[in-house]
């Protein structure tokens, strides 16, 4: 049974049989008291008159006695009703007003509605379960390039949150434990236009079953799980869970490669940003030297391993190193806040800070006093709340680490552009003078904004025209479609970084590489010129014109007026 009508036939059915008994009694007793007709013969009321007449009592309302002038005995009868009928009205409509304002009932209420509006999605969406830093950011990540999201959380002031704020799609959301797999089939898991899961909450033993839940109702869906441990990690990898990330290895993995290759993190930065956002400055730490981590626990364990494997030479600060660890060079012991545990650690002759604490202010007071004693160093700040980032702005930090915006970001770029994870795995086996090619050619692309990237699928509901085209056995050449579909001499601002084709990727695909149907494509360049190039692939007049044949009319004015138009041109 319905849970809204469950709640209501269990609350309302003391006032409801309450209504019904009186009815009954009410109508039982003037239908049995003798009554008179006008000419004071004896006569009876029907049923049907006692329920007309007991209806409009019960409420006051007061249309007179029917059908015949009452007797004293009826009135007196009726004058036992009114109280009666009253009273009862007032108990049911009170019980109504307790019901209506009920938690449970509310809630019901709410989750019904918010079933009817998930069940009602007619466009592809994501469930993302937890709606804290990372999950809200994602979130707007997603509704800002217009990819449609429901979101599940325990918190009812992260709900109440998301229904307040600006997103540029609508999200539903629900108040519930995203770990119960009722909550999350409520939520769309098996809805056919689910398109993946993202748990995102805080607790690695909640995102760990999310993603046991998803995989055993819904095989083939794609989940992506956030992760702080490597022991969940593995776990959740050995079921089978599509992409796993740990902020703190991926921020000391980017840093790791901006130390060896700086113009390919660079390049990253850029393509991972949104279209039109300034173009970010390229980072330098230093390739060698002695450098300090406050904070050995996740974060700065992290940052010590790949530290260590660029050959540097690291001092760990730590205040409780007995829970956390030690590592082999040993630790000073102490928060690092303090000018004198900083000298203790070579402050004044290390090139790099990692101020890694779970504390913004104790990171905020490590960067400050760090930069009092050395002026010169490369400081990585971690970020733990987003609501600091001002002060973080204007600490000094060169690089800022903030695990929810990493992770963020990372899954946004796994959702919306799949080929652009796939292109940074393959760019990392480049060499850096490649990078840095490929960085001056985005920059004298797009000057100083950050480029648009986006994927192209050639398939007859994305690329009509070039798949008519493929079908009739002439192949346009990635050449033709990157010509201007409204001066076809001009080539556009786009430069074409990846194609996928049955499972095999290549980088920077030439000029000359002739398309096939079901190829993938990924570009970046000015937003205007992925417009345009859509206008080749769904128009087969576009493709015609830059293809430099003449574009053939079937309709029927162009018909008549295409024989005038030529001997127009011939003369």
Same mark, same amino acid.
């Given at each position: ?21 009186? *009815? ?109 830093? +990372? ?34 799609? *609508? ?100 393509? @991972? ?22 904070? *050995? ?6 940052? *010590? ?5 660029? #050959? ?12 956390? %660890?030690?590592?082999?060079? #040993? ?72 695990? @929810? ?6 899954? %946004? ?7 652009? @994870? ?21 920059? #004298? ?15 007859? %509901? ?50 000359? +590489? ?10 970046? %360049?000015?937003?205007?010129? @992925? ?16 293809? #430099? ?23």
């Amino acid at each position: 049974m319905d849970t809204i009508v469950f709640l209501v036939f269990r609350r309302m059915r003391a006032p409801l049989l309450s209504l019904i008994l009186v *009815y009954a009694v009410a109508m039982a007793g003037l239908a049995l008291i003798p009554a008179q007709d006008a000419a004071g013969d004896p006569a009876t009321m029907s049923l049907f008159h006692a329920f007309y007449f007991v209806s409009y009592m019960s409420t006051t309302i007061g249309f007179g006695e029917l059908p015949n002038t009452f007797t004293d005995a009826q009135r007196l009868w009726v004058s036992g009703c009114v109280f009666a009928t009253v009273a009862v009205w007032i108990y049911a409509i009170g019980t109504l007003i307790a019901l209506l304002q009920d938690p449970t009932f509310q809630r019901a209420i709410r989750e019904r509605r918010f079933r009817a509006r998930v069940r009602g999605l007619c466009t592809p969406f994501y469930l993302v379960c937890g709606y804290g830093q +990372t999950g809200s950011a994602l979130v707007r990540g997603l509704t800002d390039r217009h990819l449609h999201a429901v979101v599940v959380d325990i918190d009812p002031e992260r709900i109440n949150l998301l229904q307040l704020e600006n997103q540029r799609e *609508y999200v539903p959301a629900f108040c519930a434990d995203a770990r119960s797999p009722a909550h999350l089939e409520a939520a769309g898991l098996r809805h056919p236009l689910c398109q993946g899961v993202v748990a995102l909450t805080n607790v690695n033993e909640t995102n760990l079953k999310i993603a046991i839940a998803a995989k055993l109702m819904h095989p083939e869906v794609t989940v992506i799980c956030r992760a702080d441990s490597h022991e969940v990690e593995a776990n959740m990898a050995s079921f089978g869970t599509d992409h796993i990330y740990d902020p703190f290895d991926t921020f000391a993995l980017y840093m790791a490669t901006a130390i060896q290759a700086p113009c390919l993190t660079l390049l990253f930065d850029w393509l @991972s940003g949104f279209g039109g956002e300034r173009l970010k400055e390229p980072l330098f730490p230093p390739t060698r030297g002695r450098w300090v981590i406050c904070g *050995y626990g996740r974060f700065g364990k992290a940052m *010590y391993k790949h530290l260590k494997e660029q #050959g540097m030479e690291v001092q760990v600060i730590e205040a409780l190193p007995h829970k956390t %660890g030690i590592p082999e060079e #040993g630790v000073v012991q102490g928060r690092g806040t303090e000018a004198v545990t900083l000298e203790q650690a070579g402050i004044r002759r290390a090139v790099g800070l990692v101020a890694g604490t779970d504390h913004d202010a104790d990171n905020l007071s490590i960067v400050m006093t760090a930069l009092m004693l050395n002026r010169g160093l490369f400081v990585i700040a971690r970020e733990n709340q987003h609501h600091n980032h001002q002060l973080f702005a204007r600490v000094g930090a060169h690089a800022i680490m903030h695990p @929810s915006l990493i992770v963020a970001n990372r899954i %946004g770029i796994r959702l919306v552009n799949p080929l652009l @994870s796939d292109f940074a795995t393959l760019a990392r086996l480049e060499d850096e003078p490649w990078a840095c090619e490929l960085v001056s050619r985005v920059l #004298g692309l797009v000057g100083e904004c950050a480029p648009h990237v986006w994927e192209i699928v050639l398939e007859p %509901g994305r690329a009509f025209a070039v798949c008519d085209a493929i079908a009739r056995g002439e192949p346009p050449t990635l050449e033709i479609l990157l010509r201007d579909p409204q001066a076809r001499d001009e080539r556009l601002p786009v430069i074409p970084l990846l194609l996928a084709r049955d499972g095999a990727r290549w980088l920077l695909p030439g000029p000359e +590489t002739e398309l096939e149907a079901g190829d993938r494509l990924l570009c970046c %360049g000015r937003e205007w010129a @992925s417009r345009r190039m859509g206008w080749t692939l769904q128009n087969l007049h576009a493709l015609d014109y830059v293809c #430099g044949r003449e574009s053939w009319r079937e309709g029927p004015v162009w018909q008549l007026l295409a024989p005038l138009l030529r001997r127009a041109r011939d003369h």
